[in-house]
């Protein structure tokens, strides 16, 4: 499988009802699986990606031919095992790795949906990823667990539907986006706004893309997603590829090379309207607002199981800012574990080999499966 | 396990919710789990004990107990233990406080500063003491208000504490302290277990 329409996925066809009022039908989503589902059907994890990641969690990306996203932590006998567990992973809503996202084609028009496509929330991306447990004719997951983006799609699906998981892990997160998380999203998103080929949002049925406004939108990110202390130690003042500064504009610093590689390699797989939309739907997510100022409403209704995980070296989303969580639940008398991993990898901990980070959340897993 | 734990696992009713605060590796947690049914959560400072607890499948924070304990709604659990951890504290009164909002009741227990063998390293070699429950030296001990039993029984007198049950532990065997007593048990115990209610 190598073509984007070999993809697997399913056609919803429930209608629903978008948090912007819009309601959509017939809509695809997306999805991979790794392992087995077993008879008693309780042993199914489904992971939710974070902005830039999609339904190849492990394994080879069939479309990108690089490993999937969260090798380290999902695979035969990784933390989370797929030779126990049944994992289930789908391209969130507004993606362009199959489900429903601005580059799907407009039935009506035959062209390519670019900014007619609905602005779109986190809570719409947990409703249609639901439809994989009717799917799967699967009453309760055993897990639900994400990191950053995936995070809050994690409290999210608690919330909307409370009886659902028996754990969840929430992993370098939020209940609401903060001031500066969104302020650097706006970044991004003007910087591909700011390229002359994206063109409203419409580059594709112009055969143009914003390459550059893409690739400057992922070299700023990136940054937010290591630390001071992670890149200093990598890089520190190193010069690429010359003994000395050249006096122009070039890459002279190893930094500035390897985040304009991080931009380049960024725009052969991901679309500059998902770019967007993904962003928005970050930046609108605020669990508290939803309950009206008490994020422990989100979780009263619920029974599952928490474990909580932040990196000392995540400034993006900081260990206060998963502890809010925390508390919230304690504030109900829920059940949740919180531990905070030490790592100088940033908030991209979570993605990389940081062994302690992964055999506590194999131990967690493992240990809630028994008392399952 | 140490004698200790068992005795505080004694004081704790089956089938109620502890809070174990400084719960270390989980031992005293993962004893109270599979042997009285309790529903045990732990908060812990070591980000390695943490692990420890959760290797064991015990829910456990990561936190310190003198900022992290105003998260827990009032009387949210049955028990609260604290397990030789209250002299550690930069404001033992506000710890306490916290722990008898918490819980219906708290375990403390506590190294006595009061035990002869205490007493005497300080009398007669005029150094500071170092014992089985006081291993550390002066310079890298993390206790910043050492107590005796009798500091301790006082202070829950004065503050209308009500002391459900006082024990003093020395050579593996208990004993209850008394008012009549109290002078004799805080030069006698090593450890003072104490199970109060406000």
């Not at chain 1, 639901?130 to 919330?159: A, E, H, P, W």
């Not at chain 2, 947690?29 to 004990?49: A, H, Q």
Request: glycine share 6%; aromatic share 10%.
């Amino acid at each position: 499988m190598n073509n984007i329409n070999d993809i697997k996925k399913i056609i919803v066809d429930k209608p629903l009802k978008l948090d912007c009022g819009k309601i959509i039908n017939n809509f695809p989503v997306a999805y991979e699986t790794y392992g087995s589902l077993n008879a008693k059907k309780n042993n199914a994890i489904l992971v939710f990606h974070a902005l830039t990641g999609d339904q190849f969690v492990s394994g080879i990306n069939p479309i990108t031919k690089k490993d999937g996203w969260w090798s380290y932590a999902v695979g035969p006998e990784k933390a989370i095992d797929t030779n126990k567990y049944f994992v289930i992973c789908a391209n969130v809503m507004g993606g362009c790795m199959g489900s429903y996202g601005p580059s799907n084609i407009d039935p009506t028009t035959n062209k390519i949906l670019g900014t007619n496509f609905p602005v779109i929330t986190i809570n719409d991306m947990v409703n249609a990823q639901y439809n994989l447990l009717d799917f799967f004719k699967i009453d309760q997951l055993f897990c639900v667990t994400g990191g950053s983006m995936g995070g809050m799609q994690v409290l999210q699906f608690v919330s909307n539907f409370p009886d659902k998981t028996k754990i969840a892990i929430p992993i370098a997160c939020t209940a609401s986006h903060s001031a500066q998380n969104i302020a650097f999203n706006e970044l991004g998103r003007q910087s591909i706004m700011a390229d002359a080929n994206w063109v409203n949002g419409n580059y594709s049925n112009e055969k143009l893309n914003p390459d550059k406004g893409l690739s400057v939108a992922r070299m700023a990110a990136h940054i937010t997603y290591l630390s001071k202390n992670g890149l200093q130690e990598k890089f520190g003042r190193k010069l690429q590829e010359r003994d000395d500064l050249k006096f122009s504009f070039d890459a002279d610093f190893q930094i500035e090379s390897y985040l304009r590689y991080q931009g380049s390699v960024f725009v052969d797989r991901f679309d500059a309207n998902s770019y967007l939309y993904i962003t928005r739907a970050m930046d609108y997510f605020d669990l508290i607002k939803q309950h009206h100022g008490n994020l422990s409403k989100a979780f009263a209704q619920s029974k599952t199981k928490f474990f909580v995980i932040s990196f000392t070296s995540d400034w993006l989303y900081p260990t206060s800012e998963n502890k809010d969580i925390v508390i919230a639940l304690n504030a109900i008398g829920a059940d949740v574990g919180f531990v905070e991993i030490e790592s100088d990898k940033g908030h991209d901990s979570f993605l990389l080999n940081v062994p302690v980070f992964l055999d506590t959340l194999k131990n967690y897993i493992n240990t809630s499966y028994l008392n399952n | 396990m140490k004698l200790e734990f068992k005795i505080i696992t004694d004081l704790v009713e089956k089938n109620t919710r502890v809070l174990d605060v400084g719960c270390g590796d989980g031992t005293l947690m993962d004893f109270l789990k599979n042997n009285k049914k309790i529903d045990v959560r732990g908060i812990e400072i070591s980000k390695n004990n943490v692990q420890k607890c959760v290797e064991k499948g015990l829910t456990v924070i990561e936190g310190d107990a003198e900022k992290d304990l105003i998260q827990f709604p009032d009387r949210s659990f049955d028990f609260v233990i604290l397990s030789q951890t209250l002299q550690a504290f930069l404001n033992p009164e506000i710890v306490i406080n916290e722990l008898l909002r918490v819980g219906k009741k708290a375990i403390v227990t506590i190294p006595n500063f009061g035990f002869w063998k205490v007493r005497l390293q300080l009398l007669i070699k005029g150094t500071m003491p170092i014992t089985k429950t006081l291993p550390d030296e002066w310079h890298n001990t993390p206790n910043l208000h050492m107590c005796s039993i009798k500091d301790f029984f006082n202070f829950c007198n004065n503050r209308k504490i009500k002391l459900d049950k006082s024990l003093a532990l020395h050579n593996e065997k208990t004993s209850s302290i008394s008012n009549i007593n109290l002078n004799i048990k805080n030069l006698s115990a090593e450890l003072g277990i104490f199970l109060i209610e406000k």
